[in-house]
C-alpha cells in the first residue's frame, strides 16, 4: 500500500470512529428500540464506497468497528456490528455498481440500513436463542430516519468534498 493511501484510509476511518464515539454519547434514535443509532459513522463508510472504491471502504468499516468497540469498551458489539456492516456495505456496493442509474444515494443507504438493522437483530436472537423478529418493525422504523439521514449527508459528501481529499494524484514513471 502507497503512504497517501494509507494516510487516506487512517483520515477516513479517524472521522468515522469520531462520529461513532459522539453517537455512543447520544440517547437512541427510538426510545424503544435498544441500540438503535443514527449509524453516523456509516456515512464515512457510504462515502468512501463511493470516492475511495469498495476495498478502502470495508477495510474502514472494519477499522471502525473494532477500533470502536475497544474504544467504547464494548467488545461483544464487534458480534453485532461486524456482520451487520460487513452484509449492509455488501449490499450498498452492489446496489452502486449495478443499479446507481435507478436507485439514488439515499436509496442506497436506506436498503443498506435494513440490511444492517435485519442482520443485527438475527444475531441478537441467534445469541440469546430467543427469537427477536418482533423488534424487527421497530429496527425498520430506526432503519428510515438513520438510511435517510446517512444518504443524505453522504450525496452532499460526495457532491462538495474537495477531489484532493480522495483522488491519488498521477505519478510519473
Do not use: W
Not at 468512501?48 to 469498551?73: E, K, M, N, P, Q
Not at 436509496?107 to 435485519?118: M, Q
Amino acid at each position: 500500500m502507497r503512504t497517501k493511501r494509507i494516510t487516506r484510509i487512517a483520515l477516513f476511518t479517524a472521522v468515522a470512529l469520531l462520529l461513532n464515539l459522539l453517537e455512543s454519547l447520544l440517547p437512541p434514535l427510538l426510545p424503544y428500540a435498544p441500540g438503535a443509532k443514527m449509524g453516523l459513522g456509516n456515512v464515512v463508510t457510504l462515502t468512501a464506497l463511493i470516492l475511495l472504491g469498495y476495498t478502502d471502504a470495508y477495510l474502514i468499516l472494519l477499522l471502525r468497528c473494532f477500533l470502536g468497540s475497544v474504544y467504547g469498551g464494548n467488545l461483544t458489539a464487534l458480534l453485532y456490528s461486524v456482520p451487520a456492516g460487513i452484509a449492509a456495505l455488501t449490499v450498498q456496493l452492489l446496489l452502486y455498481h449495478f443499479l446507481y442509474r435507478f436507485v439514488s444515494i439515499m436509496g442506497i443507504s436506506f436498503l443498506g440500513a435494513v440490511v444492517h438493522n435485519a442482520v443485527q437483530v438475527a444475531v441478537a436472537s441467534a445469541m440469546v436463542g430467543v427469537n427477536l423478529s418482533l423488534m424487527l418493525p421497530f429496527m425498520l422504523l430506526a432503519s428510515i430516519i438513520a438510511g435517510l439521514f446517512v444518504g443524505i449527508t453522504a450525496f452532499f459528501l460526495v457532491k462538495y468534498m474537495p477531489p484532493k481529499v480522495y483522488l491519488q494524484p498521477k505519478t510519473k514513471e
